[in-house]
């Protein structure tokens, strides 16, 4: 949809920005934090020769299989959440305004209910699928079950607090995130 983008579009506009998926990616690294309960839970995603997490594998397990999901989601989600509220505590000691937590599944989580407003970046069904399915080792079998275990777009855009459309260009998105911010000033 653009959310990682638009992210970015709120840094260079001063935001402090919260990356959940780089915390992910960072608590699955050996020594990470959840690096451990994962490779005891998903043996299976456990590369020994490499002593690495392999994420492909692991998606295979977790997006075909809902008990397994919510495993991976209970050892990860508190972590991240805690983290959060370090990375706010911390911007908030420094001044800041504004932090932003870049969140996937939003409202699938129930995160909208640890922050103030939400966005949500949306774009049409073909543009979605042609950004997702750019990216290295995506196939249509698992952009269709990371669908799956998402909210309907639409039902996202009226849960949101605001909404910015990304398929019209990036100085549109732009325009409209800085929009929102004086709004919200």
């Known amino acids: 949809m653009g959310k990682s983008t638009a992210a970015r579009m709120m840094a260079q ?3 402090a920005v919260y990356d959940s998926d780089a915390s992910v990616h960072k608590a699955l690294k050996p020594y990470g934090e959840a690096f451990e309960a994962v490779a005891l839970t998903f043996p299976k995603a456990w590369d020994k020769k490499t002593h690495l997490i392999n994420r492909q594998i692991l998606g295979q397990i977790v997006f075909k299989d809902v008990q397994q999901r919510q495993k991976l989601e209970a050892i990860l989600h508190p972590i991240i959440q805690n ?3 370090k990375f706010i505590l911390a911007q908030t ?7 932003v937590l870049d969140i996937p599944l939003l409202f699938e989580t129930g995160a909208q209910n640890r922050v103030d407003y939400t966005i949500v970046v949306t774009a049409p069904a073909f543009i979605q699928a042609q ?3 750019a990216r290295p080792n995506m196939t249509q079998d698992k952009f269709n079950a990371i669908l ?3 909210m309907p777009d639409a039902q996202k855009c009226a849960l949101a607090d605001f909404v910015v459309p990304t398929g019209l260009g990036k100085a549109y998105s732009y325009s409209k995130l800085e929009k929102i911010l004086e709004s919200l000033r």
């Open 13 to 15: 506009m001063g935001c």
């Open 83 to 85: 983290e959060q509220r």
């Open 93 to 99: 000691r420094l001044g800041r305004d504004f932090v």
């Open 131 to 133: 950004r997702v399915l």
């Open 148 to 150: 799956e275990t998402q």
